[in-house]
Every structure is written in C-alpha cells, then in structure tokens.
C-alpha cells in the first residue's frame, strides 16, 4: 500500500477510535471495559502510527534535495516528537487508573480533550501541508 494512502488510513482509524472513547466519556452508553479496549486500542494505533512516521516519512524529507523540503521534514519532526511526548505522557498518566471513574474525572475529560485537539491539528496540519509535498516530490 502506498505510505499515504496508509497514514491517511491510520488517522481516520485514529480519529474514530478518539470518537468513540469521547462519546463513552460523554454519555457513560458503555462500560468501563468497553472504555479500556478502545483506550487500548487508542494507543496501539498512535505507537504504530508514530513508528512507521518516523521511520518512512520524515527519513525520506532528511535526504530531500530542495533544502526548503529537507527544513520542512525537520520542523514536522521535532514537532511530532513533541506531540508524541505529550499521548505517551497521556496514556502514562490514566492507563493504569480505573476506567470506570476515568468518564466521570474532568481532568481527564480535560486531557482527552486537548489530546484530541492536538493530535486532529497534527492530522489536518500533515494532510494539508506535508503529505501532498511527500507525493509530489518522492
């Protein structure tokens, strides 16, 4: 599958799963296990999302020859690495709490919120800017 097409895949499946986790939070529709898998979840997607970002988008920008490509592929990683600090220090901070009173804690519902927020900049920020430089230089 062509990378884009697979990270642009990966943040849909990321802002679904953020969804959801926010409706369960808001409307307590579903149990504290139902919670605790899509927080899984949450994290698993984001690691391997991360992961294949950092070891097949932003090392092709590193070797761009137009110098303003190879300065945009470093301010996009030291930016992610940033935003990546900020979910690792998310999930560090609430998954081993119990999830059952996570939906009721408005610091947590103040975390996801600005997680979220972050993270959904970061995605529209790629897709509008990085992505469509990836695809029409490599």
Not at 49 to 71: I, S
Request: without cysteine; glycine residues 2%.
């Amino acid at each position: 599958m062509d990378l884009i097409l697979q990270l642009k895949d990966e943040h849909r499946r990321i802002l679904r799963i953020f969804e959801t986790i926010r409706e369960i939070v808001g409307s307590d529709r579903l149990g504290a296990a139902d919670l605790a898998a899509y927080f899984r979840e949450l994290k698993e997607v984001l690691s391997s999302h991360l992961d294949v970002e950092n070891k097949l988008l932003y090392p092709r920008f590193e070797t761009a020859k137009p110098p303003e490509l190879k300065k945009m592929g470093k301010v996009f990683s030291s930016e992610m690495v940033k935003i990546a600090d900020d979910v690792r220090a998310f999930f560090d901070e609430y998954q081993d709490k119990e999830l059952s009173l996570l939906g009721k804690s408005n610091k947590f519902r103040n975390a996801l919120l600005e997680i979220f927020n972050k993270v959904n900049k970061r995605i529209r920020v790629e897709e509008d800017i990085l992505f469509p430089a990836y695809e029409r230089y490599f």
